[in-house]
């Protein structure tokens, strides 16, 4: 079992930056690859990256991928996720989770384990 804490969200203007974090326990995080997802209100849940295990391969949205960057210290057994130039449709809940298996998987459904999730809002 893996316990997955997100911290580091908050409300910020256009065109801020914030590090969201994504602090796991129960197991090292080395043997999962990691994921992000957000949501907002009324909305499905959305990939927004994804790193592998050892952190040479990322994978990003579309959405994001000029303004985000995933990175992960297996050590410290967190995830980063940085995110700048945010704008007003960033305004969601932010997902850490986990996942067992070997891919690149942007489904939600693929991942085992979730955080409880961090508020980011943006303000025009």
């Known amino acids: 079992q893996v316990q997955l804490v997100e911290s580091g969200g908050g409300l910020v203007q256009t065109g801020d930056s914030l590090r969201l974090s994504c602090k796991a326990s129960?197991?090292?995080?080395?043997?999962?690859?990691m994921g992000w997802f957000r949501q907002a209100p009324g909305k499905e849940r959305d990939f927004v990256a994804r790193i592998s295990r050892g952190g040479s391969s990322t994978l990003y949205a579309d959405s994001v991928k000029d303004r985000v960057t995933l990175s992960r210290d297996n050590a410290r057994n967190t995830v980063y996720l940085q995110t700048n130039s945010l704008k007003p449709e960033d305004t969601a809940v932010y997902y850490c989770a986990a996942d067992r298996t070997v891919g690149a998987s942007r489904f939600a459904r693929d991942y085992d384990y979730w955080g409880q999730g961090t508020q980011v809002t943006v303000s025009s």
């Open positions: 129960g197991r090292p995080i080395a043997n999962y690859a």
